[in-house]
């Protein structure tokens, strides 16, 4: 199948797949402008941006400016690039949002949480308007809270992903029989949010969570969805930022090391799909690891779980920091994948991957 362009508020894409959002420093100017290079749509994380923006450029930057600093970086060959900010990581939101913007950003893409508040964010910056708002559901009812209380705000979605159950990351829901109910599947969530989307001017729906192969991109296509979004395939890649461990640990692995973290589980309250071999959650599990909790940018409310009740909750901040790469001798590795992969077997460049998920056949060995 030939794939269809995607379009976005003011921009537009020839390859309908964008790469998710992976904090922590997974999905940095590396991978996104690689992504978006190739036609598709490269998305950063803001997660822990001012430590890593910070570490490369030797000297202390603010949220804003670090957030600034990677758009700019990440827009240097003019292709359009999102960037992926979390509602849960609440200390650092607002500041996120202003430092895209001012790095004139093309779309913020904001999930973990309903991003409510984000059109009257975007309204105070001069960029906002310019820039699309792409909020991240699991569910139509998420959907159609999101699209009433933008409306009052005047706006609405310039686009949506709707994440299924078998994404990398947090995931939507509360309990692991909603997760694994039939009516979660994403076939169901993208009909139900194409029926809200079609409520309030038809616009774009992304489907996540499982997407593989060409054959799974072009399946979702012909169900209505506008484009993918693609988490784990890319974690894999030379461009990524994770570690050589984590992007090994991936390679290795077989679908019975992928469970999902509930307790210990994330200090943010989502369930968390993982490698069962990552350090950091092998040591919380087995009540052997000493936390530092030292970042906070897991705080709800003021309060980290991680921090208060270090037996049921791991430190999302430091694991995941450690697992790009960051201090890696200080803090144990923390590895989230999607349910497929399994399905790795070989770290790839964004240029190959992206032919095969266009259908044009690669082969890891060109002689071969
Ligand atoms: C390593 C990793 C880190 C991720 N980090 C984030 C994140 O910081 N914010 C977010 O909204 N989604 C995050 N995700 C979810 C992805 O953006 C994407 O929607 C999801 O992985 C799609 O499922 P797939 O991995 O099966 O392709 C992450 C996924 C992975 C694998």
Redesign the pocket.
Known sequence: MQLPSLNIGNFSRPLPIVQ?????G?SLSRLASAVSAQGGLG?L?S?ALDRLVGKALGKKVSTREAAAIEVEKSKEAGDPVAI?I?VALESTYEASVMGALDGRVDAI?S??GLPLALPALAKEHPNGKNTALIP?VSSGRALRIICKRWEKLGRIPDAV?V?GP?????LGWKSLDDIFSPNSSLENLLAECLEVASEYGNFPVIV?????THEDIAKFIKMGASGV?????F?ATEESG?SDSFKKAVVDCTPEDILIATEPGSPCGLPFRVLNSSPMFLETLKGMHKTICDKGYAMLGGKCNARDLPEKFFCICNGLLSSCGYNPDKEPQL???????GMIDRVTSVADLMKELCGQATSPNPTA
Do not use: K, P, W
Not at 208 to 212: E, F, L, N, P, S
Not at 335 to 341: S, W
């Open positions: 998710g959002g992976m904090g922590v997974v998305t994380s997660a992926n979390m893409v999930g973990a991240i992903v994440e078998l994404a990398g990351g947090h996540a969570g499982g997407i593989y979004q693609m988490g784990t395939r974690l994770a590895y989230t994948v999607g349910a497929l992969a």
